[in-house]
């Protein structure tokens, strides 16, 4: 996959593009650009997918991302995009008119153009799609619905039912586990001290983490690992700043300055205080025992 920053660094050539934030690339996403593809390989063109770095609503309204650079790129490629052209979203980019949206398409040579029917562009949103006709013909995919879910599949819903620590039903929606990668670093092996050691991940702060702790699976360079991770501020020992540890069962060695990605299984339960370190790592041996038990086979 080409992944390319500026309009102008588009290879020439006619081009069915896709628009849009496509933060978490969740199943509505897949389904836009799967369609996207189909029409691409039909007219014997590349798909391009015109995306942004924040994602928009990221930094209009101060929300979180469900997936970074990094993820978004990876799950672009997994899904056949040829071309990814992704802008960052910034105060210069916020205040450009539809006008000069329009022509990045038109400089693109857009063929084709799909979007979601929510899709809005330009200072103050005002583009749409009477806009996006005057470039090419534009297809407007309805949100995607589950059958029995009876709710559209949305970013937005997917960060509220992380809010909640309903991390089962955001890998409903996103047709994946919900994860967050980061790197191990030194913390204050507190874990260690308990028994049960911790390796201490550090994620942007602009990335959502459900709170509480949860059965997950772990990618490390030596392969992939059941823990138990702690989203949270560990009230019991007064803790200011937001922490992110997983404890990786029969792991041993040394994960400081590995990249991790964690992904999000099943729920055990929300943070809380314990009145003593003795409580705290009897509550900790049954969370493990709760997470290996989440994570056995039926």
């Known amino acids: 996959m080409l992944l390319i920053n500026d309009p102008q660094d588009a ?6 593009v896709a ?15 799967k369609q996207a593809l189909q029409d691409a390989h039909a ?3 590349p798909l391009l997918v015109y995306t942004f770095d924040p994602p928009s609503k990221v930094f209009m309204k101060g929300e979180g991302f469900l997936t970074d650079l990094s993820e978004k790129t990876e799950l672009l490629r997994a899904l056949g995009v040829e071309i990814a052209l992704i802008v960052p979203f910034n105060e210069e980019f916020a205040r450009r008119d539809k006008g000069e949206f329009l022509g ?27 806009d996006l006709q005057t470039v090419a ?12 879910d009876g709710g559209a599949v949305k970013s937005t819903r997917i960060r509220e039912l992380l809010k909640t620590g309903d991390v089962e039903g955001a890998s409903r929606l996103l047709g994946r586990p919900y994860s967050a ?18 390796a201490n991940l550090q994620v942007s702060a602009m ?28 009230p019991t020992v007064d803790g200011r700043a937001l922490r992110f540890e997983v404890h990786l069962f029969d792991f041993a060695g040394d994960l400081y300055g590995q990249e991790l990605t964690v992904a999000f299984l099943h729920k055990i339960r929300d943070e ?12 900790i041996a049954r969370d493990a025992q709760a997470a290996r038990a989440a994570l056995s086979p039926a």
Do not use: C
């Open 11 to 16: 290879p020439p050539g006619p081009k069915v």
């Open 19 to 33: 628009v849009g934030s496509f933060d978490g690339l969740h199943l509505g996403h897949q389904h836009l650009l």
């Open 43 to 45: 007219h014997h063109m």
């Open 104 to 130: 990045d398409l038109r400089g693109l040579e857009a063929h084709l153009i799909y979007v979601g029917e929510d899709f809005r562009f330009g200072r103050g949103r005002a583009g749409g799609l009477e």
């Open 137 to 148: 013909p534009t297809r407007v995919l309805p949100l995607l619905e589950l059958p029995g």
């Open 181 to 198: 990668r980061g790197i191990v670093v030194e913390g204050d092996k507190l874990g260690r001290t308990l028994g049960f050691p911790t």
């Open 207 to 234: 990335k959502v983490l459900p709170l509480g702790v949860y059965a997950v699976r772990v990618q490390t360079h030596e392969g992939e690992y059941g823990a138990v991770a702690n989203v949270g501020y560990r």
């Open 272 to 283: 809380m205080r314990f009145g003593s370190l003795e409580e705290l790592k009897a509550q």
